[in-house]
């Protein structure tokens, strides 16, 4: 029985110091998975910094641009399209009908006041200048008979009638002459330097104002005549936006109150206007009122015509705004990323298996640019704007990615996975 004993005691010690042993290797595992889960944590923590080249950056397209003060709360979105003044459009007319004979300007053209736009020909062209030179040498014949009939009247051997009408004959063609003088001067011809050898049977048609042809009426070989206008030209400079406010939104609406509007053709582009008219009648049946706003700032592809979409200001609470594409969304969190002075944590030679030379590294700094992920809270969004709370201090005026986000933060993802 003793012997009995004593091995079953050994047996039990044995198992004794297998299950301590497992259990020391079990405790080993969850320290070892705690301690690279803390090192995961730290890597990840120091992953915020994503430094890329100027052609990586030409490359992909990413367009820097700031954080921007918008009225995005306390506004009421409107319809509506951009008009341009009827005092700042024009139709380029000819004085005489005509074929065309040249166009000298195309759709979109900028032109200036004064420019010439087309040619017309018309055989008339030629025959009041011939009767301008003919003119002259009747008018000198008139005076010769009329002074002959006054000599004769006073010598009593003329008829009083003979002289009244050589008097009215002289008159009549002085008031020709003078006729003709200015219908050749309207034409663009001077009338003093028409010969036999050089008349002219093309007239020219000039803008009479500054602006962009915006339609064409004509072309080569076409008659027109005096109603019939050859292109309109748009002075686009004084563009402004016609709103159609709803009845319920009018008393909202003030004069002076700031306007954000982008073209509904192309959203990308913000673009701002002031209100300066309230209309004071219903458009047609619409139920609506039309409101005038002068466009402020950019006006670069602004067309009389186009639809907008626009979002009045009827507040004076601005907030802190960014263009959509410059929010990076990932594990349900939202980020910028913004031009920073901080450098990414460089990585060891034993880590990377690399080892460059410190003058490669100071040539790839000189031509590169570093980005901070910065977390932001997202609020309304409006005409292709967000507007955001960083969740630290952003100084103002930093430059922050707002385009090719998603580029700079796949850069970011994979640099932090290398790290690992």
Same mark, same amino acid.
């Given at each position: 029985?003793?012997?009995? @004993?004593?091995?079953?005691?050994?047996?039990?010690?044995?198992?004794?110091?297998?299950?301590?042993?497992?259990?020391?290797?079990?405790?080993?595992?969850?320290?070892?998975?705690?301690?690279?889960?803390? @090192?995961?944590?730290?890597?990840?923590?120091?992953? *915020?910094?994503?430094?890329?080249? /100027?052609?990586?950056?030409? =490359?992909?397209?990413?367009?820097?641009?700031?954080?921007?003060?918008?009225?995005?709360?306390?506004? +009421?979105?409107?319809?509506?399209?951009?008009?341009?003044?009827?005092?700042?459009?024009?139709?380029? *007319?000819?004085?005489?009908?005509?074929?065309?004979?040249?166009?000298?300007? &195309?759709?979109?053209?900028?032109?200036?006041?004064?420019?010439?736009?087309?040619?017309?020909?018309?055989? &008339?062209?030629? &025959?009041? /200048?011939?009767?301008?030179? @003919?003119?002259?040498?009747?008018?000198?014949?008139?005076?010769?008979?009329?002074?002959?009939?006054?000599?004769?009247?006073? #010598?009593?051997?003329?008829?009083?009638?003979?002289?009244?009408?050589?008097?009215?004959?002289?008159?009549?063609?002085?008031?020709?002459?003078?006729?003709?003088?200015? /219908? +050749?001067?309207?034409?663009?011809?001077?009338?003093?330097?028409?010969?036999?050898?050089?008349?002219?049977?093309?007239?020219?048609?000039?803008?009479?104002?500054?602006?962009?042809?915006?339609?064409?009426?004509?072309?080569?070989?076409?008659?027109?005549?005096?109603?019939?206008?050859? %292109?309109?030209?748009?002075?686009?400079?004084?563009?402004?936006?016609?709103?159609?406010?709803?009845?319920?939104?009018?008393?909202?609406?003030?004069?002076?109150?700031?306007?954000?509007?982008?073209?509904?053709?192309?959203? @990308?582009?913000?673009?701002?206007?002031?209100?300066?008219?309230?209309?004071?009648?219903?458009?047609?049946?619409?139920?609506?009122?039309?409101?005038?706003?002068?466009?402020?700032?950019?006006?670069? #592809?602004?067309?009389?015509?186009?639809? +907008?979409?626009?979002?009045?200001?009827?507040?004076?609470?601005?907030?802190?705004?960014?263009?959509?594409?410059?929010?990076?969304?990932?594990?349900?969190?939202?980020?910028?990323?913004?031009?920073?002075?901080?450098?990414?944590?460089?990585?060891?030679?034993?880590?990377?298996?690399?080892?460059?030379?410190?003058?490669?590294?100071?040539?790839?700094?000189? =031509?590169?640019?570093?980005?901070?992920?910065?977390?932001?809270?997202?609020?309304?969004?409006?005409?292709?704007?967000?507007?955001?709370?960083?969740?630290?201090?952003?100084? &103002?005026?930093?430059?922050?990615?707002?385009?090719?986000?998603?580029? %700079?933060?796949?850069?970011?993802?994979?640099?932090?996975?290398?790290?690992?």
């Amino acid at each position: 029985m003793k012997v009995k @004993t004593k091995i079953l005691i050994a047996v039990v010690a044995v198992f004794s110091l297998i299950s301590c042993g497992q259990k020391n290797k079990e405790n080993e595992g969850v320290v070892e998975t705690e301690q690279a889960d803390a @090192t995961k944590e730290e890597h990840e923590d120091e992953a *915020t910094i994503a430094t890329l080249t /100027q052609d990586q950056m030409k =490359s992909v397209g990413i367009t820097l641009g700031t954080i921007e003060n918008k009225n995005l709360t306390a506004s +009421i979105k409107a319809n509506g399209a951009l008009r341009v003044p009827n005092n700042n459009k024009a139709n380029a *007319t000819s004085l005489y009908g005509g074929v065309i004979k040249s166009l000298k300007v &195309q759709l979109g053209d900028h032109v200036q006041k004064g420019q010439v736009i087309a040619t017309i020909e018309n055989p &008339q062209f030629v &025959q009041l /200048q011939e009767e301008y030179l @003919t003119i002259g040498s009747k008018i000198i014949l008139a005076d010769q008979e009329l002074n002959r009939q006054r000599e004769l009247q006073e #010598g009593n051997a003329g008829a009083l009638k003979n002289l009244q009408s050589a008097t009215a004959e002289v008159n009549s063609l002085r008031a020709r002459k003078a006729s003709l003088q200015k /219908q +050749i001067q309207m034409m663009g011809i001077n009338p003093a330097g028409i010969k036999t050898s050089s008349l002219k049977s093309a007239l020219t048609v000039t803008s009479p104002v500054s602006g962009t042809v915006s339609s064409e009426f004509a072309k080569i070989g076409s008659y027109v005549d005096v109603s019939s206008p050859v %292109v309109e030209i748009v002075d686009n400079s004084l563009i402004h936006l016609d709103l159609q406010i709803f009845e319920k939104d009018l008393p909202m609406v003030k004069i002076g109150q700031l306007v954000n509007f982008t073209l509904t053709n192309n959203p @990308t582009t913000s673009y701002t206007a002031k209100v300066f008219n309230i209309g004071s009648s219903f458009e047609n049946e619409s139920k609506t009122v039309a409101v005038h706003c002068t466009v402020t700032g950019n006006k670069t #592809g602004l067309i009389d015509g186009m639809n +907008i979409t626009a979002m009045i200001a009827i507040g004076n609470a601005l907030t802190a705004a960014v263009p959509n594409d410059a929010i990076a969304e990932a594990e349900g969190k939202y980020y910028i990323f913004a031009q920073t002075d901080k450098k990414a944590e460089e990585k060891h030679e034993h880590e990377t298996g690399e080892n460059h030379s410190e003058t490669e590294g100071k040539k790839v700094a000189a =031509s590169s640019m570093n980005f901070e992920k910065i977390e932001v809270s997202k609020g309304v969004s409006e005409l292709g704007y967000t507007a955001i709370t960083p969740v630290k201090e952003i100084p &103002q005026g930093t430059k922050i990615v707002i385009k090719g986000t998603f580029f %700079v933060n796949a850069k970011l993802s994979n640099s932090g996975e290398h790290e690992h």
